[in-house]
Each structure stands twice: as structure tokens, then as C-alpha cells.
């Protein structure tokens, strides 16, 4: 650090004109965007009215056209002309709203640094300012602030004084840094401001750690650090792994990596094209304010829960966390052969041999009122009339596309059986206005005619099912070939006969209850897309896996094979291991870089954590067997604490009185545990002793503030001013518990204190005890 001004503390004389100076152009800044604050307003006013009177022009057309105007498809071509103009009208407040937004944003802290570059070609120097998003002054000619993602920006992130180069139009440019310098501005002051010759002074990331708001993860635009700064521009790879001890900023990084390349490919990208895998539903909202505050739209987000959901219609399909309520992280040796990388490859195997006819494919009927409408054997029948060269997919396509065409055939002949007579009979007037459709009783020659069309137009109707059937291929019996693929020597001769039998009986039963185990959920998937040649998505440009160790390799697999197209950013800590045991980072980078093999891979490794004090990460990294590599932040706080007790009273009164510890300091404590069992019965403990304790599930999406309790599996990605274990005994935390121990303390900025009925779990190693402050309460409440 080369000057330093601290406007809390003393004032360094010399560069009182200087700060004046710098005072001065925010002044100016400030006052440019309100000026154009007031012209967005205006815009914003006038887009509105714009799109209130073309929304009312479409409807009133819209109804005109539906009663009154005969020729219809004119008419439809006109109301489709009016929605257009209304989505764009639409569309165009909601740019000028963002913008108005930004402009809002700006005017609180127009920027955070300034880069003096000389330009070989130029005479002077010159300033640049670096905000979270550009402004240009009033007549266009300059900019009064780069946003941060310019390539010129990436200077003030990278560069340290003397030469530099930057990407420009022409290509890569050189040019000489002679400044670097650093705000932070409140409201239109500047309240600290120094050079440096860092990536981002020390002093600006102990303020922005030093915080205690954990309701909404904040951006990290001003103080990102130059490994982080290497993920977020990293345009080249089509696979970058990050490995990331606790607190590292993954999550943090991420995000701006999303908005810098929405930044980036404006014209190719949007928001919509991205999409982030999230640990639980808590996570989602707590980083849902990040991009909008860098004037950006959220990408989309689910959970794994939610896209097998989505991918097992009318199934309920276990999820993570309730597998790991029931088993733990013990998984069987079955769970293990199933959710690897070969066992994938033995999918694909099975569909390669059932291609060249080595396994039968299995049909389903295809009913309608209880009945078969398609027998299986029918289907079977027109799918082995199809070349046999082809694949199976086009074959499949081919019998659908003859199935749809039998449909429409016998269509004619349902129209005429007596119990679509029956219903059409049964009809009131307004039914059948509606299956008259754009006809008039007019357009027949008698009523008989009008009659077969409403009949043919019903039996179409109430055939739809069955159209959608063959759409969504239930012809085909994926039930009865998944279980042909579990029995048929695909296990590599590592589970025993009698092994697989069960299993697949357990399938079996589970399907007849519409129940599906995790454990199938990939290969079944992934099968299923084989034969079909469906189930990819290749509108998706990007895809983010955060918390990666939580993923099976056959699950990761499985997305590389849905997303077909999109570069692929996986994220996590291998250490931070709830649902798999416990793997050393550098295991689990060698493994995922070889099973998602990629053109391009690139392998991340982030070792300095942020989230926590010095102290609590001095803990965290003693319980792990390779924690010395971990670098905890010099921002320090007290000891964790560590209160061990014997009577169940005396750990119930330990526990009240760390709450109330925690909420003296902090508005949010958060009381982790290992199960929601364990949440709960700690809930109904002390709901009596405090009025705002909420016990958190896994469907909840929003984090009250108050005493929050919840398993730590709900508490992954995020964190809190305080945290309590609350019981840390080997009994309550269950075998192997260095993982669960690791993640919960890593979960608390400020203050950590941990709870023990009982002997404490394997996990505190003598190096971890060291670090705590121990207290003994031997005697009962
Ligand atoms: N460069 C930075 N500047 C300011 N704050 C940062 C920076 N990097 C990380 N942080 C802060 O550190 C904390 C941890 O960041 P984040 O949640 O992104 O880490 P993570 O690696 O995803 O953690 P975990 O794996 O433990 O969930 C957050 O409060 C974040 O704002």
C-alpha cells in the first residue's frame, strides 16, 4: 500500500486536497445522474402510458375481433400484431426501469476505483473510474465510469503498477499503470479512500467481511481478489471445475461470473440460457438479490429435487436429504457401483446392444376408457416393421408418427359408438358453441352433417389422451426394460446375483406405489434418453453446479448428456461432504476432470477463506486431515466456544443461554443439527423461551430473522453472524462426522459455539480442541 487515507481516523495532511478533489468529481458524478435520473423518470413515465394504451387497444380489438369480425384469420393476424406491439411495449419499460434501477444504484456509490494508465500513443495519462455499471456523461463523449466487466476494468482487478495490456476491438494492448486507487462511498461521501498496489487493499475486504446481515448474499463487485477475478473472466473452457475450501467466495464468484458474461455476449446470451444448480431452496433466495443489484436478470435456478421432478412426472422420487434422514452417509456398496461413472458406460452398453437387436425392447399399452386402444404386442409389431439399420430413436419416431396416423383413422370410428353419441347428447348449448369452434350450424347442409362434425370433433377431444400418450412415448415400457438392464450382467462382477435380485424387486415395488429411489434416478434417465433420442436440452449455454460433492458422478454425467451444448462450471469442496464420505480435494478434481472428460477442462483450486474469523477458521481447518492448506483471514473474533455437559437439563439450559448469548449481538442465530428430527425436537424445546425461533424445512424458501433451527444439509451455501452446534456427541452427529462437523462450523461469520450432551463425536481432534475455549458443566440444571 502506497498512501492511505482513513477519513474515521486521522487524516494524512498531505492528501487532504487530494480527497477534496476526489469529493469533488463524485459531486459531479452525482449531480450528472441526477439529471439523468430525472430524464429515465420521464422515459419511464411516457413508456409506461405507452404500454397502458396499447394493452387496452388489444383489448378492446381482441374482443371486437372474437364477436363481431367474420373474417377470422385477418382478424388473427391483427390481434397477433397487437400482442407483439404490447410485448414490446412492454418490453421497452422494463429496459427503462432497469436502467432507472442502475442509475439509483450508481447514485448511492458511483464507483469504487480508479486506474491512471498511460497509453504509449498518448501525451498524458489518464483516469478511469470502475463502477458496478458504466455512465457516460450527458453529450455521450466520455465515459465518467467503466463498468466493472470493460476489458479495460480487468487492469484494476489483475494489474499491479507498471506495465499492463488489455483486450480492446484490435486486439491486445499495452499501456503502463501508474495508479490504483480505492473507495468506498456512502451515499455520495467518500468515508475511506487509498492506493494501493494490491489486486483490492486489505482494508476494503476486512469492511465488506465485517458485516452482520446474513439475510441476502451481497455482490463482491469492489473487493474481488485476482483468483477469483481468473474464474469470473474465463471465457475458454468448456468444463472449470472449482475447488474451494469453505468461505472461499465460490458462490460469490459465480455470480459475477454470470453477470460478466451476460455483460459479454449481450447479443447472444440471456438470462434464461443460464442455469444454476442449488443446493435447497433456502440457498436460492438468499443469492437472489446479487445479480439485480449488478443491474442484471437472475438466471434460472432449481434444485436436484426440483429437476427430477420435473423428469419423473407422477413419481415421487426420493430425494437427497431424504435419503441421508434415512441411511446417513453409509451408503451400500449397490448405491456405490450405481452412482459411478461405469455404471453409466453399462447404460450406454445395454443401449448400444439393443440397437443391433441383443435385448428385446418392451412395449406398453396404450389405453383409453380402461381398455387397450394400442395393444403393446400392436406397437411391437409396427416398431419391427421399421428398418432395422436405422437407429432406435428414428424407429421410434417412425412408429409414433404410424400410431398418430391409425389415431386419426380410427377417430372416424369412435366418433360413431354409442357412448360418444351418449355424451355428445348430454351436452349443454355452451359445449357445443365450443366444439363448433369458428363453424356456424349455417355452414352445414343439414343437421345430420352438423352432427358428424360435432361427433368427429368430440371423439377428437376425448382422444387427446391418447395422442398424448403416443407424444410422450407410453408405448414404450421403460419400467419392465430398466429392470431388464439391472438384470443383465451389468454390475461387473462386483454385486452378488442374489443382490441384484432384490433390488430390482425393491424397484419394482416402489414403481407399483409410484416411488422411485435416488439411486435409480440417473441411469433410469439416462436410458430412457437413449432409447428415445429425447431428454436433452440444447438451449441452455452455461450450466453451474454449485456444491458439486453433493452430486453422484452418475448425476453429474447424466447433466453433461442433458445440456448438451453448454459450458459447464462445477463448483464445491470435496471436504464439505454431508450425503458421500469425505474426499481430499485433489481426489475429487482428478476424478470429476477425467469421468466429465472436456475439450477444454480447466481445474480451480481456492485455498484462502473470507466467510469467518480467523478464530472459527483456525477451528474449521484443524478437523480436517489436509486442513493446513487452508488460509483463514486475518479478521479476528473471539474463541469458538465449546460447553460440554452430561445431564440432558444442564445442555437445554447451556443451550438457552447461547441463544441469548448469540441474539445480544446478532438479530439472526442459527442452531444447526445433523437430522430435522433432531431440528425439530430442539424447536419444541425452546419455542416456549423465544417468540421468534422458526424450525426451517426443506420447502422453505424464505429465512425469517430470529433464532433460526435447521439440519445442516439446509444450511449449505449459506451462513449467519452466529451459529450453535447444538449437539456435537458422537451419538446425536453419527459416524463419520468430520464432513457434517466441518460444514457446520464453516457456516458462522462471527461467532461459533458448540453444545455436547455427552462425550464429543471422533471428529475434534486434538488440534481441532485446542482451538476451542472448553467448558465442563458437570453438574445438573
Ligand atoms: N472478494 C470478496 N470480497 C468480499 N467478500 C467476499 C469475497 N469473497 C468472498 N466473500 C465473502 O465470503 C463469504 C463466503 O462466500 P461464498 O458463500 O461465496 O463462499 P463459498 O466458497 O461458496 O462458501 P461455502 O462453500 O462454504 O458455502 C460471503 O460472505 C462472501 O460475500
Not at 367474420?70 to 427503462?96: G, P, T
Not at 430413436?393 to 372416424?412: F, S, V, W, Y
Not at 436433452?536 to 458422478?553: A, G, K, L
Not at 493446513?628 to 452430561?646: C, N, V
Amino acid at each position: 500500500m502506497i498512501k492511505y487515507i482513513h477519513l474515521k481516523g486521522a487524516i494524512v495532511l498531505a492528501d487532504q486536497a487530494d480527497l477534496k478533489r476526489e469529493q469533488k468529481r463524485v459531486d459531479m458524478v452525482i449531480h450528472q445522474i441526477d439529471v439523468q435520473i430525472e430524464r429515465a423518470k420521464s422515459a419511464l413515465a411516457a413508456a409506461h402510458k405507452e404500454t397502458r394504451a396499447v394493452e387496452q387497444n388489444y383489448g378492446e380489438n381482441a374482443s371486437i375481433n372474437r364477436y363481431e369480425v367474420d373474417d377470422i384469420a385477418e382478424s388473427r393476424s391483427a390481434i397477433e400484431q397487437q400482442r407483439q406491439l404490447v410485448s414490446r411495449a412492454a418490453e421497452n419499460e422494463d429496459i427503462l426501469r432497469r436502467q432507472l434501477q442502475t442509475l439509483q444504484t450508481l447514485r448511492k456509490s458511483p464507483y469504487f476505483g480508479r486506474i491512471d494508465i498511460q497509453d504509449p500513443d498518448e501525451k498524458e495519462p489518464e483516469s478511469l473510474y470502475i463502477g458496478v455499471a458504466s455512465l457516460m456523461n450527458d453529450d455521450k463523449t466520455d465515459f465518467l465510469v467503466y463498468d466493472w466487466r470493460a476489458p479495460i476494468s480487468g487492469i484494476y482487478y489483475n494489474g499491479t503498477l507498471g506495465n499492463v495490456s488489455y483486450q480492446t476491438p484490435s486486439g491486445l494492448r499495452q499501456a503502463k499503470l501508474l495508479k490504483k486507487r480505492q473507495f468506498t462511498i456512502v451515499d455520495g461521501k467518500i468515508t475511506n479512500m487509498f492506493d494501493t498496489n494490491e489486486t483490492v487493499g486489505d482494508e476494503m475486504l476486512q469492511n465488506a467481511l465485517g458485516h452482520t446481515d446474513d439475510a441476502y448474499m451481497q455482490n463482491i463487485v469492489a473487493t474481488i481478489q485476482h483468483e477469483q477475478n481468473d474464474i469470473i473472466r474465463n471465457t475458454d473452457s468448456d468444463l472449470m471445475i472449482v475447488q474451494g475450501v469453505a468461505g472461499s467466495g465460490k458462490t460469490s464468484t459465480i455470480l459475477q461470473r454470470i453477470a460478466y458474461l451476460l455483460y459479454h455476449a449481450k447479443a447472444s446470451l440471456n438470462a434464461d440460457q443460464i442455469v444454476l444448480f442449488s443446493p435447497n431452496r433456502l440457498f436460492s433466495q438468499y443469492i437472489s438479490q446479487v445479480l439485480p443489484s449488478l443491474g442484471e436478470r437472475n438466471m434460472r435456478q432449481v434444485t436436484l429435487d426440483g429437476f427430477l421432478k420435473r423428469r419423473f412426472e407422477g413419481l415421487d422420487v426420493e430425494s437427497i436429504f431424504d435419503r441421508y434422514e434415512k441411511v446417513g452417509i453409509q451408503g451400500s456398496p449397490v448405491q456405490q457401483v450405481m452412482e459411478s461413472a461405469q455404471f453409466m458406460q453399462a447404460v450406454a452398453n445395454y443401449c448400444n446392444q439393443l440397437r443391433h437387436g441383443q435385448h428385446e425392447l418392451f412395449f406398453a399399452d396404450v389405453s383409453f376408457r380402461e381398455h387397450p386402444f394400442f395393444s403393446a404386442d400392436h406397437v411391437k409389431a409396427i416398431f419391427a416393421e421399421q428398418p432395422s439399420a436405422m437407429s432406435i430413436p428414428d424407429r421410434i419416431i417412425r412408429t409414433k408418427n404410424r400410431l398418430i396416423r391409425e389415431l386419426q383413422a380410427k377417430t372416424r370410428k369412435v366418433a360413431q359408438q354409442d357412448w360418444l353419441q351418449k355424451e355428445l347428447n348430454d351436452l349443454t348449448k355452451l359445449q357445443i358453441l365450443h366444439l363448433m369452434g369458428k363453424h356456424h350450424l349455417d355452414d352445414f347442409k343439414d343437421e345430420q352433417a352438423a352432427n358428424r362434425y360435432l361427433a368427429r370433433r368430440l371423439a377428437h377431444e376425448r382422444l387427446r389422451v391418447v395422442a398424448d400418450a403416443i407424444y410422450n412415448n407410453y408405448f414404450l415400457n421403460f419400467n419392465a426394460q430398466y429392470q431388464n438392464f439391472l438384470g443383465n450382467n451389468v454390475w461387473g462382477g462386483q454385486v452378488e446375483p442374489e443382490t441384484v435380485q432384490a433390488l430390482i424387486k425393491d424397484f419394482q415395488h416402489d414403481w407399483e406405489y409410484h416411488r422411485l429411489k435416488l439411486v435409480h434416478a440417473a441411469p433410469f434417465m439416462m436410458l430412457r434418453d437413449l432409447i428415445t433420442g429425447e431428454g436433452q436440452n440444447h438451449d441452455f449455454q452455461y450450466v453451474f453446479i454449485d456444491e458439486m460433492q453433493d452430486y453422484s458422478p452418475a448425476m453429474l454425467i447424466y447433466f453433461r448428456h442433458v445440456f448438451a451444448n453448454a459450458k459447464f462450471t462445477i463448483l464445491g469442496d470435496s471436504e464439505q461432504a454431508l450425503f458421500y464420505p469425505l474426499a481430499l480435494p485433489e481426489q475429487l478434481l482428478q476424478r470429476l476432470s477425467v469421468e466429465l472428460h472436456a475439450k477444454h477442462p480447466r481445474l480451480i483450486t481456492l485455498r484462502q477463506s473470507y466467510r469467518s474469523t480467523y478464530e472459527i477458521t483456525s477451528f474449521a481447518k484443524s478437523l480436517l486431515p489436509d486442513g493446513h492448506l487452508i488460509r483463514a483471514f486475518s479478521r479476528h473474533g473471539e474463541k469458538p466456544q465449546l460447553t460440554m455437559s452430561y445431564h440432558r437439563d444442564q445442555w437445554q439450559a447451556d443451550l438457552t443461554a447461547a441463544v441469548r448469548r448469540g441474539l445480544k449481538s446478532y438479530p439472526t442465530v442459527a442452531i444447526l443439527t445433523r437430522t430435522e428430527g433432531q431440528a425439530q425436537a430442539i424447536y419444541s424445546l425452546l419455542h416456549q423461551h423465544f417468540h421468534n425461533i422458526t424450525c426451517l424445512s426443506a420447502d422453505d424458501k424464505q429465512m425469517p430473522a430470529g433464532v433460526l433451527v435447521l439440519p445442516a444439509y439446509l444450511a449449505k451455501g449459506l451462513e449467519f453472524d452466529s451459529v450453535i452446534i447444538a449437539n456435537s456427541s458422537a451419538q446425536a452427529l453419527g459416524p463419520d462426522a468430520t464432513g457434517l462437523l466441518y460444514t457446520m462450523a464453516s457456516r458462522a461469520m462471527h461467532q461459533l459455539t458448540i453444545l455436547s450432551l455427552g462425550p464429543v463425536a471422533d471428529a475434534f481432534t486434538d488440534k481441532a480442541s485446542r482451538q476451542l475455549q472448553i467448558t465442563h458443566q458437570l453438574n445438573k440444571a
